[in-house]
């Protein structure tokens, strides 16, 4: 599939200033650029998707882990600890 990008004069200089002295062509580091910025929206997409997934659910079902035992699991693995995994608990009636 060929692709034209129009790009705004400023943004052309702008890439030819950061590969000038590269071994690194406009064209590999738009590449580049393109391919970062796509990874990073599909992994915000999962996360949002699975988000989204975990709030139906809690809503579903009335089950929800409470911030602070989630809390004081992270801080005991950070801090090189076993920790039992947080339990779901019941926040609604």
Known sequence: MAVTLKLPPELKDRVASVVKGTDKTAHAFMVQAIEQQTTLAEKRKAFVD????????????????????????????????????????????
């Open 50 to 93: 699975a988000a989204l997934k975990a709030r139906r659910h809690a809503l579903r079902t009335g089950m929800a882990y409470t911030l602070e035992d989630v809390k004081a699991y992270y801080a005991a693995r950070a801090a090189g600890r076993k920790a039992r995994r947080p339990r779901l608990k019941r926040w609604r009636a």
